[in-house]
């Protein structure tokens, strides 16, 4: 069975760009989360989406967005990037159930230069 | 709102020796709580978790951890440390209320010397 997979591995961006991330979950999941992971600390809770909509959101600007497919896939878009959203984003998808916990993509490491 | 603490960023043992990587939890209503781990440039793979069954957690590769309430801890142990334990450990908390976050901790960086 296909594991979560998120595109592309690596990416690197000027400031001021925008970037979309991807994200497929594991057959069967309804729920993704996005994750931000800076070097050296624990991941950062962004976005969950269930059924195409948005049930949970961090402490992100609203330049981070988030949207659910049909067929449960991802994308998470960040406008006007900076230098310091450079990190590795995490996808993570599950049953919608809080106490399931999460199958993690390897993710999608973003430079910001 | 939940939130978790990690004590200790980083843990050295020899190989051999008892694993203990602690968590500190706080959450306003039943936890789910897990230990998740992170090999260098990979996403997270749970190790196990709590939900609400029995309070000693089994997980994979020989790790077990504690749910005590009256301590609010989730501690991590595992009795014979191998040099292929080495990683980042990370411990979450979730807990639904309408709709659903998994809240990490900042990650304890295990070592194992031979």
């Known amino acids: 069975d296909a594991g979560v997979t998120q595109s592309p591995t690596h990416l690197i961006k000027t400031r001021g760009q925008h970037v979309t991330l991807r994200c497929s979950p594991i057959s069967g999941h309804k729920s993704v989360s996005w994750y931000q992971q800076v070097l050296g600390q624990g991941p950062q809770f962004i976005f969950q989406y269930y059924e195409k909509e948005e049930r949970g959101r961090g402490n992100f600007p609203d330049r981070f967005s988030a949207r659910q497919f049909p067929n449960y896939s991802s994308e998470l878009n960040v406008n006007a990037l900076l230098l310091g959203d450079s990190a590795l984003y995490l996808c993570?998808?599950?049953?919608?159930?809080?106490?399931?916990?999460?199958?993690f993509g390897s993710g999608t490491r973003l430079t910001v230069v | 709102a939940q939130s978790v603490t990690q004590l200790g960023s980083h843990v050295s043992v020899s190989e051999g020796a008892l694993v203990l990587l602690r968590c500190n939890y706080s959450?306003?209503?039943?936890?789910?709580l897990f230990w998740y781990v992170q090999y260098p440039n990979q996403g997270l793979q749970l190790l196990l978790k709590?939900?609400?069954?029995?309070?000693l957690v089994k997980g994979i590769n020989g790790f077990e951890a504690e749910f005590k309430k009256s301590e609010t801890s989730f501690h991590l142990t595992k009795p014979s440390a191998h040099m292929s334990d080495a990683a980042e450990y990370f411990c979450?908390?979730?807990?639904?209320?309408?709709?659903?976050?998994?809240?990490f901790g900042a990650g304890t960086r295990l070592f194992v010397k031979a």
């Open positions: 979450a908390v979730s807990e639904n209320s309408g709709g659903f976050k998994t809240i």
């Open positions: 959450s306003s209503v039943p936890p789910y």
């Open positions: 709590y939900t609400s069954a029995a309070t």
């Open positions: 993570a998808s599950s049953f919608a159930t809080p106490g399931y916990g999460y199958t």
